[in-house]
């Protein structure tokens, strides 16, 4: 542990880990979806009914009968749109009626919230069931998530390891040991709101370059509206924009070597540009006020992701209708525009007490039945069976009033990962280093401090948290 998996070099500027099999994902990602998108669920392995052998482990030993089994199982789900919430609550309903003696009590924590309350639990032993994952890094560095190897290898579990899209396992394997199965895949990216775009006078394809984003900022900011909004009020989102736009400069934010300072000043005065041209009251935004804004007409970009119609959604459906996804803009030093593709997933407590029902309804959960429902509020499987025909058309039940928005969506973050994906890195002590960068940031763009100043502020806290995971 203590260090933290690279998609970038640290100092250079060029992508530099795994170059060809990251290629081959992200080529692979577009083309595997589109040649499932023909295929119907004839393939699909269900999670049997009946009985299985285990010993709670990974291994086998004691028989389950799946018919009587009893378990009280507690789920961590971050998901708090209404259409994650309602997808959830169809999901308890579903497995109640197939396993009638296991009830499931969902733990709605914000992905903000979530690893600060659940490592207190795990430290007083009161530990959950199932967890939502997207970054591991942290909680298996806390010993908190268990091994999923042992359970992808036996015969009869309908989730192995080559289940899933080139590279998505990978996100979530540290060590050689995998502590999430993969739903859906995850990219960060920039959403742009065309028409209010076309009317400050710019078209979408012009949006190659960070000055370009600050130049549709500013014609977008008038008559009471702004250009762009970043959210600096939690800290989770406010690292993360920088470290979205990071990417398309070759810059990873963590890294606050001698080498990537000129490119860690351009990121600083990128955003110092844009201030101008966001709400004064950004320095206090979450992301449903992000979202809300946008969806408002009151912003015409913002820092988001795949998970973007479903936070809009139930605010102003309209607004996916002329909403585009786009790579964040290559940056001043960047060789070109990257996305940041990652993972959501579920993995097993270590500390669960009902581990063979949790993997259960993991099983359950990545049936392509439930699967292409989750793909079609987040827009991308992780999974190869799950039919692209099957989520567009479930979608269609999840965006009633603005499908052909959300397809061409959709439509958008698949081309984006096929031409520009990259995978996600991960950082160890990420949390602590997002506090770090929020309190900055915010100093530095309340005019507190300059550029060279914040850097010299960010990484001094920085160094400290890597040094503190290196011991």
């Given amino acids: 542990m203590g260090k933290q998996r690279n998609s970038l070099t640290t100092g250079g500027g060029r992508m530099s880990i795994r170059k060809a099999r990251a290629a081959k ?40 009968d799946w018919k009587t089994v009893k378990a009280d199982i507690r789920f961590v789900y971050p998901g708090t749109s209404e259409s994650e919430k309602l997808f959830a609550e169809n999901f308890k309903t579903a497995m109640k009626e197939k396993y009638p003696n296991v009830n499931i009590e969902y733990m709605y924590l914000s992905w903000a919230d979530m690893e600060k309350k659940i490592s207190v639990m795990i ?14 890094t942290n909680f298996v560095q806390m010993d908190g998530l268990e091994d999923l190897t042992p359970y992808m290898q036996r015969e009869t579990t309908s989730v192995k390891p080559d289940n899933f899209l080139p590279g998505t396992l990978d996100y979530s394997t540290i060590d050689g040991k995998i502590y999430a199965a993969p739903a859906t895949a995850n990219a960060f ?18 949006l190659q370059t960070w000055e370009d984003v600050e130049k549709a900022a500013q014609l977008m900011t008038k008559d009471g509206k702004y250009g762009f909004g970043y959210p600096l009020g939690v800290a989770r989102f406010a690292f993360r924009v920088p470290f979205t736009a990071g990417y398309s400069n070759d810059l990873l934010l963590s890294d606050t070597s001698e080498t990537s300072k000129a490119k860690y000043i351009e990121l ?18 979450g992301y449903p006020e992000m979202f809300r804004a946008y969806s408002n007409g009151e912003v015409g970009m913002i820092p988001a992701g795949t998970f973007f119609s479903a936070n809009v959604y139930s605010i102003n459906p309209d607004i996916i209708n002329v909403s585009r996804a786009i790579s964040y803009p290559k940056g001043p030093s960047g060789s070109a525009a990257k996305t940041p593709v990652a993972n959501s997933g579920f993995g097993i407590y270590k500390g669960s007490k009902n581990k ?69 890195n991960t950082i160890v002590g990420q949390p ?40």
């Avoid at 430290?123 to 591991?136: L, R």
């Avoid at 827009?379 to 052909?404: C, G, H, Q, R, W």
């Avoid at 997002?434 to 990484?459: C, P, R, S």
């Fill in 25 to 64: 994902w992200m080529g692979s990602l577009l083309a595997i979806s589109l040649v499932f998108a023909g295929c119907s669920n004839g393939n699909k392995e269900e999670a049997s009914p009946t009985s299985s052998q285990t010993d709670g482990s990974g291994g086998s030993g004691t028989e389950i």
């Fill in 123 to 136: 430290s007083t032993g009161d530990v959950p069931d199932i967890a939502t994952t997207q970054d591991v």
């Fill in 189 to 206: 990216n920039l959403m742009v709101n065309e028409k209010m775009l076309n009317d400050a006078g710019m078209k979408l394809e012009e």
């Fill in 268 to 285: 600083l005065n990128h955003f110092k540009k844009l201030e101008a041209f966001q709400p004064k009251a950004h320095l206090t935004w």
């Fill in 356 to 424: 063979e029902v949790a993997w259960r309804l993991i099983e359950e959960l990545l049936s392509p039945e439930f699967n292409s429902t989750q793909a079609a509020i987040l827009n991308i499987s992780a999974e190869k069976a799950t039919s692209l025909d099957e989520v567009i058309k479930k979608a269609e039940d999840v965006y009633p009033k603005a499908i052909d928005g959300h397809k061409r969506v959709i439509e958008d973050f698949l081309a984006m990962v096929d031409k520009s994906g990259v995978p996600m």
């Fill in 432 to 471: 602590e280093m997002e506090t770090v960068v929020q309190d900055i940031m915010v100093k530095f763009l309340t005019n507190k401090l300059d550029a060279e100043e914040a850097y010299g502020e960010i990484k001094k806290g920085i160094d400290s948290v890597t040094a503190k995971y290196a011991k």
